[in-house]
């Protein structure tokens, strides 16, 4: 892959990207306070850039920040410059989503919003291992919200709780969010979820508020491409109040079912253990509970949560194009004020590509680039 060539932008042009308010949020956040010299936020943002956008090395950025006379500092001052930006970074990140929110609502029906969450870690066996928690707008596919925590500790894992919902949402979400928590929590808020159901995971029971009979209904489905509805409650322990929805299911074809049920085999023995035969079963179907109105049919359910993936595809050109995929830096306050600077780069990214699509031919406002300026 070939380096990103982010000196060679016009510095203009990449200005008139940022959120507005850009440069009271540094003095609000307190990111120039302390610096002896270089109390511009422009200038500031600038070589932050060069080491987050570029993925220069702390020493090469400040060697390029003296040699174009942006800032005469060491690597050292940089890296407390970076930890000093954290909020700022931070409150940049949050303005980008605020904007671009007001821009995707959604025309009709439901706001499409797809659920997941990555893990970033520093290098070395012993280093902190990050999880980022991301909701992404369908069709704009543009982020709406994000939370980063570490990856361990209680509250932490995969969870829709992690995510402010309101009633219009519509959330789509992996086996991974698979919980009474996580359903829940979507639910009391008015808002519809559909995610991959883990039957190890919650209990479903039917209209007599008995177990559903999961495997006997599997098993009435016998031919590809053959889908099941069942109305059913989803609850994890006796006692609490079960989320009211339907069970989806669609028989994969032949060729997926060998796949999926390979890889079933193989995770158990990695584990030491047998497959069990229900793990087995369950290899042969795609099953997903949803919340959804009757109004839409199981098909239709079934194909909105195969947008799904798209989320995973961003997940992808992170941590390939925006080199998210490690940590660089060895205490918590530096990796969280990097990871937040990746993440604006990302979004600042997203705003310039729809910008390109917006304004044709050039791909930007002619009246914010008056006229044209290096990076550095």
């Known amino acids: 892959m070939d380096e990103p060539r982010v000196m060679d932008e016009d510095w203009p042009l990449l200005l008139s990207m940022m959120p507005s308010g850009w440069q009271e949020l540094a003095r609000e956040t307190q990111a120039l306070k302390g610096l002896r010299q270089d109390k511009d936020a422009e200038a500031c943002l600038r070589i932050l850039l060069l080491h987050l956008a570029c993925g220069y090395s702390l020493r090469e950025t400040a060697m390029r920040a003296r040699k174009t006379h942006l800032a005469d500092l060491s690597d050292v001052a940089l890296l407390k410059r970076l930890r000093k930006s954290k909020n700022w970074l931070q409150a940049l990140c949050c303005r980008l989503l605020d904007e671009q929110a007001t821009l995707s609502q959604p025309v009709t ?5 797809l659920i997941d969450a990555t893990l970033v870690q520093e290098p070395g066996p012993t280093g902190s291992t990050w999880r980022i928690h991301y909701s992404l707008l369908w069709p704009r596919l543009t982020c709406d919200y994000f939370e980063l925590t570490p990856s361990q500790g209680k509250g932490n894992g995969e969870s829709l709780t992690h995510f402010p919902v309101q009633a219009g949402d519509h959330l789509l979400a992996d086996r991974g969010y698979s919980n009474y928590a996580s359903i829940q929590h979507v639910a009391a808020h008015g808002a519809v979820v559909t995610v991959r159901l883990n039957p190890q995971s919650v209990r479903l029971l039917d209209a007599q508020q008995r177990l559903f009979a999961l ?14 509805c069942w109305p059913v409650a989803l609850t994890d322990a006796a006692g609490q109040t079960p989320v009211l929805g339907r069970l989806c299911a669609l028989r994969k074809s032949q060729a997926a079912i060998v796949k999926a049920r390979a890889k079933a085999i193989q995770n158990a023995k990695d584990n030491g253990r047998e497959p069990q035969q229900d793990t087995l079963l369950y290899a042969e179907y795609v099953m997903v509970f949803t919340t959804a109105p009757q109004s839409m049919t199981a098909q239709q359910i079934l194909e909105i949560y195969r947008l799904r993936w798209q989320i995973e595809l961003v997940f992808k050109r992170f941590k390939q194009l925006a080199q998210l995929g490690h940590l660089p830096k060895e205490d918590d306050e530096s990796s969280k004020a990097w990871l937040y600077g990746k993440l604006f780069v990302a979004l600042l990214t997203e705003r310039l590509i729809q910008r390109a699509e917006s304004f044709s031919p050039w791909g930007y406002e002619m009246a914010a680039t008056p006229e044209s300026k290096l990076l550095a």
């Open 109 to 113: 029906g439901h706001c499409l919003r």
């Open 215 to 228: 495997q006997q209904k599997l098993h009435s489905l016998t031919k590809t491409n053959q889908v099941g």
